[in-house]
């Protein structure tokens, strides 16, 4: 009779077995293990090559970085100006050599304020903390900036209300791709990146939109705000005094 | 499913010694039902370990950029509905539903379909997009609002693939489009919802309709008892197998619900192959037959997915497009008689073509070079399982439009120079950046494009010949108060010693001495004598140190010959280089990827814009302007009987020795590109950097029809006049002076006013007229 006993268990486990495993709801989804980098910014793993850069663009001044380099003796000396024999003449062809300003109008008569842009209170008190430097505390307009870069400009705004400083990036730099010249763009970067800690980063933005923000004086005075930030976090007090010197001048 | 064998046979024994003979029977069937039910634990264990776990490993997906949609935009009617094509947008008289367009004049409506990106949702909307020239020039809603920005779903181009290269798109049950249940259910197993896994009935009818007509018509197994085929076993056929299979159906169907096991057929299904890769799934199904996905599909695609599944390769409506369609009609046919749909619908959709697009758009073959550089980029940053079993989302900067353009270039440019000798053994390379952004846009390793092999573009490290001259000169003029664009230099044959005691004697492209000339002359002409002369008076050192800085660390030894190019790069790094100087003296890592996403399309990687700058923008911007001149007046002036003057170009023509490489890289505002040209096996080509390479750059800009070059004047540039002959400061009232950009302090003194008339300026032109490539 034991012998019973065997099969009927086995047959019993096996029904058991069968009956007992739940009828979840399976997802077709993988419920795999999420990938194993975690996220971060890569901007600071470039450092040391941009630390490298700099030190290798020793001929830019200091102070400024972006502009001025005059040279000393002022060329006459060094310039040969004798006409040579069998020179051939400077081509008359048609380089463009206009010089560019980009707001012919640089006395803007529309504020415009970021921080008005947007409703939640949050965006006011950005987290970088930059002092506004002048009461009206707006850039001058600009009448490049229209309805797709003021959109995503906005939208960045909300998002970096929100604590999300990755989502403003990355909208910044949608209207980067939009909008590559307009300097809000990158001054607006420039300002995410101080926020995420990449203050390297920041300056080189905030410098790059300067190239871009001949005649218009209250942008600069912006940029070179932001740039004298990022020096302080940096550790470089003397370029930030320099850089906020400028932004006085600019003003 | 407990039952035995052994039991019956005992039964017919002899009935004198039937009670042992019981026994022994009993005692062997309780043995084997043991076994049996051993057996079934253990299929019962895998059963529930592949249907419960981690079913499917999903391949990363990557994805082109996304088209963005603004007012004032520039961009083409024609290229639009290209990518609209390429996205699988059903033209339509009245554009209904996500995925459909209807193009009227200058308006294209669509509706969108919505995508998950990086930073939030796309939602899918009505679009109308009204064009104006190659301009968009305006944006409309669905309730005729306007629209600021949309952006397109992004084109899926490929897949990082396992060595199993199994792909499938995962779907939902809930999010498949209507009768394809119905269809398939009526198709394969009629009884599905209400057999218990093996359906008897089912194989009944298959014998009386495979022997009434003759034919095999039918199969008699279930679509869990297929799924179960597909998930566990081999194809192997068997009778031991066909158990094991029918067991496990049961098991399955014990276990789980109808829909579940719907679902994960819908998702298993082999539907074709698309060369090494196989097609899994209808969801995928959808994307490579139909370029659609699969909630889009009306009642004829489906019927015809559907009936691909009985033999994916006999039925393949690519290659047997009667065959499949027989098949497909036969679908819809058994859908009317079954009462699915209504006979009118079947009728309406028998007469709808097949509908599949050519090719697999999302073949993993069509761009291949550029998929190499995403591959080579994320596997820096993530391990190869995750690559191909996580279903990540990956955004790049490829634009579908101007790496089909760059084909194009090339292609065609290679068909009008066919006649050169040796030109078919010619190979070639292209790179297209966005130099404002440092973002790669297309990317061709291979003269014919849709070859996966050796990437040329990345891989190809050439001589760059006159390439290197922009650094020369970049080095030079960030010394102004040594050198402006109009110094002299010295074009005169010199020989030196170089440190490994040879002595190097360049020579010019035409053999010829050219006298003393402006120092932009050098560079626009690109002169060797007095190119090697002003780097060696920089210092070759300092050469090399200037194209670390534009973005390319090389490991060039310090010869004088290095300043004509002897060293070698790849196009990629060309690209790189000259990047810096399109971009103001801000160097910029060169871009792919922008964004990684999780398969549920949670936010994972960015990969941000940066920028270093490394030159004062007053060197770049006299760099530029000399470049320009390469255009005008110099090796490059040839691109201007095809483009229009109005188009500010700049760029540089590169030929190493014997013409064994043809390079050009040029840039405009918004677009850089870099052509190499050359064999595999380093021989001579009938090229020079103008007469080859040029030409594809020349076609492709032609094509892509870029922003004129206007880099703002920086703060520390003067313009100057000064007269032509002399290079003495002139005034603008002087007859022929001519106006050059002078680092301030640099430029020569000015000169009086001249008064009086202007005369015309003729005699300044005929020397250009001397010039030959």
């Not at chain 1, 010089?99 to 965006?123: K, Q, R, W, Y």
Request: glycine content about 10%; overall charge neutral.
């Amino acid at each position: 009779m034991n012998k019973w006993w065997l099969p009927a268990l086995t047959a019993l486990a096996m029904l058991h077995g069968c009956a007992s495993v739940p009828r979840g709801n399976i997802p077709v989804v993988d419920s795999s293990t999420r990938v194993s980098n975690s996220e971060r910014v890569t901007a600071n793993q470039r450092t040391p090559v941009a630390a490298n850069g700099t030190s290798q663009a020793q001929s830019l001044p200091e102070d400024s970085g972006v502009t001025v380099m005059i040279p000393q003796g002022a060329g006459a000396s060094s310039i040969q100006t004798f006409p040579a024999g069998n020179a051939a003449p400077i081509s008359s062809a048609p380089i463009d050599t206009t010089p560019i300003t980009t707001n012919p109008n640089p006395i803007a008569d529309e504020p415009f304020d970021i921080a008005s842009m947007n409703s939640t209170p949050a965006a006011t008190s950005a987290p970088t903390g930059i002092p506004r430097s002048a009461p009206a505390g707006g850039l001058s307009a600009d009448e490049q900036l229209d309805g797709p870069v003021l959109a995503l400009l906005t939208t960045a705004q909300q998002q970096q209300g929100g604590g999300d400083l990755n989502g403003a990036s990355s909208s910044l730099e949608r209207a980067q791709r939009i909008a590559p010249r307009e300097p809000q763009v990158l001054f607006r970067l420039a300002q995410v990146r101080l926020a995420q800690g990449d203050s390297a980063q920041a300056e080189q933005l905030a410098r790059r939109a300067l190239t871009y923000a001949n005649g218009r004086p209250s942008l600069q005075a912006e940029l070179w705000n932001t740039i004298a930030q990022a020096r302080e976090k940096q550790g470089d007090s003397a370029g930030a005094a320099l850089a906020r010197q400028k932004a006085r001048v600019n003003l | 499913m407990t039952r035995s064998r052994n039991s019956r046979t005992a039964q017919k024994r002899s009935p004198g010694r039937s009670r042992v003979w019981l026994g022994w029977a009993l005692k062997l069937s309780l043995v084997g039902l043991v076994l049996l039910a051993g057996f079934a634990i253990y299929l019962d264990a895998i059963v529930q370990e592949k249907f419960s776990g981690k079913r499917w490993t999903i391949p990363a997906k990557v994805y082109a950029r996304p088209l963005e949609l603004f007012v004032g935009q520039k961009l083409s009617k024609d290229d639009f509905l290209t990518e609209l094509d390429a996205l699988g947008y059903r033209r339509e008289t009245a554009a209904n539903g996500p995925g459909a367009a209807s193009v009227n004049g200058n308006n294209v409506d669509l509706n969108t379909r919505g995508f998950q990106f990086y930073e939030g949702l796309e939602p899918a909307q009505f679009v109308r997009v009204r064009f104006s020239g190659d301009y968009v020039a305006g944006m409309t809603g669905a309730n005729g609002g306007k629209l600021d920005v949309v952006r397109l779903e992004p084109l899926m181009i490929g897949g990082i693939y396992p060595k199993n290269l199994e792909d499938r798109i995962l779907i939902k049950i809930d999010q498949v489009p209507p009768y394809l249940l119905e269809t398939l259910v009526a198709t394969e197993d009629r009884d599905f919802y209400s057999h218990f896994g093996v359906s008897p009935k089912g194989i009944a009818r298959a014998i009386w309709v495979n022997t009434s007509s003759g034919a095999m018509r039918q199969g008699g197994s279930t679509l869990t008892q297929q799924l179960v085929k597909n998930f566990y076993l081999t194809s192997e056929r068997s009778l031991t197998r066909k158990l094991t299979e029918a067991m496990m159906a049961v098991l399955l169907e014990m276990h789980y619900d109808k829909r579940e096991i719907l679902e994960a057929y819908l998702n298993e299904v082999f539907v074709g192959q698309d060369g090494q890769r196989a097609v899994h799934g209808f969801g995928l199904a959808s994307q490579f037959f139909f370029s659609q996905p699969l909630q889009e599909l009306k009642l004829h695609q489906i019927a015809l997915l559907v009936g691909m599944v009985k033999g994916p390769s006999y039925y393949n409506p690519r290659r047997s497009p009667e065959r499949a369609l027989v098949r497909r009609n036969l679908v819809l046919d058994l859908l009317a008689e079954q009462g699915v749909a209504s006979q009118e619908v079947v009728d309406a959709a028998k007469k709808m073509p097949l509908g599949v697009t050519k090719r697999g758009s999302l073949a993993d073959s069509s761009f291949p070079a550029f998929l190499d550089l995403v591959k080579r980029q994320l596997r820096q940053d993530y391990r190869d399982e995750d690559l191909t079993e996580e279903g990540l989302r990956i955004f790049t900067s490829f634009d579908p439009i101007l790496q089909m353009k760059a084909e194009t270039a090339m292609s065609e440019t290679f068909k009008r120079l066919a006649g050169r000798k040796g030109s078919d053994a010619v190979e070639s390379a292209m790179v297209v950046t966005n130099p404002e952004t440092g973002e790669v846009q297309a990317l061709i390793g291979s003269r014919q494009s849709g070859f996966a092999g050796f990437n040329r573009a990345i891989d190809a490290v050439r001589p760059i010949g006159s390439l290197v001259k922009p650094a020369v000169y970049l080095s030079a003029l960030e010394k102004p108060s040594k050198y402006t664009l109009t110094s002299w230099l010295q074009d005169e044959p010199f020989s030196v010693k170089g440190a490994d005691g040879q002595v190097w004697r360049p020579q010019n492209y035409d053999r010829r001495a050219h006298g003393t000339i402006y120092l932009y002359q050098g560079l626009a002409n690109s002169y060797n004598l007095s190119t090697a002369k002003l780097g060696l008076e920089v210092g070759v050192p300092n050469v090399l140190k200037t194209i670390g800085r534009l973005g390319v660390n090389v490991d060039w030894p310090a010869f004088p010959s290095m300043l004509l190019g002897a060293g070698g790069m790849s196009p990629m790094q060309v690209a790189t280089m000259y990047q810096t100087i399109a971009n103001g003296g801000f160097n910029t890592p060169m871009r792919g990827i922008r964004s990684v996403l999780t398969a549920e399309g949670e936010p994972l990687k960015r990969y941000p814009f940066q920028i270093q700058q490394s030159f004062d923008p007053g060197a770049i911007y006299l760099v530029q302007n000399a470049m320009q001149r390469v255009m005008r007046e110099g090796t490059g002036r040839s691109v201007y009987s095809v483009l229009p003057s109005s188009l500010t170009l700049a760029g540089k023509t590169g030929t190493s020795n014997d013409s064994r490489d043809s390079w050009f890289s040029g840039f405009s505002q918004d677009l850089l590109a870099v052509v190499w040209l050359g064999r595999d096996d380093n021989g001579k080509t009938p090229f020079t950097g103008a007469t080859g390479a040029l030409q594809v750059w020349t076609s492709f800009m032609r094509k892509a029809d870029p922003l004129p070059l206007d880099m703002p004047q920086p703060d520390n540039i003067v313009q100057a006049w000064i007269d032509p002959y002399s290079g003495q400061g002139s005034d603008s009232s002087c007859p022929g002076a001519v106006q050059m950009p002078y680092i301030r302090g640099s430029e020569p003194a000015a000169g009086a006013a001249c008064g009086g008339e202007q005369q015309p300026a003729d005699s300044v032109m005929d020397w250009v007229k001397g010039w030959m490539n």
